[in-house]
């Protein structure tokens, strides 16, 4: 059977990125989302490249729609990001459960329901299940002990459980990833999105405060988007999750990287408030293994491919800066 992709919470900041990914290799998508607008696969995919996916406006919440999807465009693999981020879920923890691990029990059910086609479901998974770096000696392995200290890390984890017991009762593949702060154009919501701000604000010439210091793992959003179409098409039968690691800085050496690649931002941005009680030593050779060849883009050039983004819109008069005000 020839591969169709479902990507949910397609319309998202990873998404835009996977689905740009997967149309520009010739494989069929399906584009599942709440939100009708392209906004964010605007910013990375031609009109071509988008007139190319099918779009369905579903909620993963609703099963009947969901699976529904799954029979009508003969889904092969699942790629599912779909979700509610750290503020949203601290607002509203009842609709972030019913979002983040309702829905994802829903694609895993749908999967389940029709095994003789989904071949593998790759969900995000988030570094939000780890503690803080004094809980472990040395680096953070994919087996390490889980410590979520929000409702959104605790529905992480949730989801990463549920997963296993859909291999061991039911034999749906599956394998989560746990990013750290993923950063490049149109990454405009949740708590690690202020890196990706800042860049923004530094192309603006507008002033931009990052409201934590010190260190964490930043990963480039191409090499996100590589890591789960690899996940989604390697030969792979089980349940695992694994930690996935691009560069580990300090918000300070953050700041300083831009400055290098915007001389004339510097002073702009600054950073101020505590750590993130995270963990940023992140060991994912085993996912590395699994998938050779994954890039892990140094900060720098990821920085730089922003800026490029941020000031092809600007020139295009299209770059959105509703979000620095938020
Ligand atoms: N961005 C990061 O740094 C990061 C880090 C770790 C984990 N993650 C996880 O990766 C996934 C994608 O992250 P992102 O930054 O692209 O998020 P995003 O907020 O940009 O995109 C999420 C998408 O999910 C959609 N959505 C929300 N509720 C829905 C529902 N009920 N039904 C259908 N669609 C719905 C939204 O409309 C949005 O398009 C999320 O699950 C997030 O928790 C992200």
Known sequence: MADHFLVTGAQGFIGALIVKDLLEAGIPVTVFDLDTTPRRLRLVATDDQIARATFVHGDVTDLPSVEATVVAHSITRIIHLAGL???????????????????????????????????????????????????????????????????????????????????????????GLRPYT????????????????????AVAGRPYTIGYVGPNDMLYVDDCARAFIGC?????????????????????????????VIPEAKGLVRCQGKPIAISPHLDDSRLRRLVPDLPRTPLRQGIAETVAIFRRLQREGRLDLSDLSG
Not at 235 to 256: D, K
């Open 85 to 175: 981020q750290i503020p949203a879920c601290r607002a509203d923890p009842l609709l972030g459960a019913r979002v983040n691990v309702l829905g994802t029990l829903a694609l895993f059910e749908a999967a389940r329901r029709h095994a003789d086609q989904v071949q593998r479901i790759v969900y995000a998974s988030s570094i939000a299940v780890i503690g803080p770096e004094e809980a472990y000696t040395g680096p953070v392995t994919d087996d390490a002990r889980l410590l979520p200290k929000t409702h959104y890390g605790v529905f992480k984890q949730a989801n990463e459980g549920n997963a296993l017991v859909y291999w061991l009762e039911n034999k749906v593949s599956s394998i």
């Open 232 to 260: 989604a098409q390697v030969p792979f039968q089980g349940a695992e999750v694994f930690n996935i690691s691009g560069v580990m800085v300090t918000i300070e050496e953050f700041i300083a990287e831009l400055e290098r």
């Open 182 to 201: 993923v950063y490049g154009a149109g990454r405009d919501a949740g708590f690690t999105s202020a890196p990706t701000k800042a860049i923004k604000a």
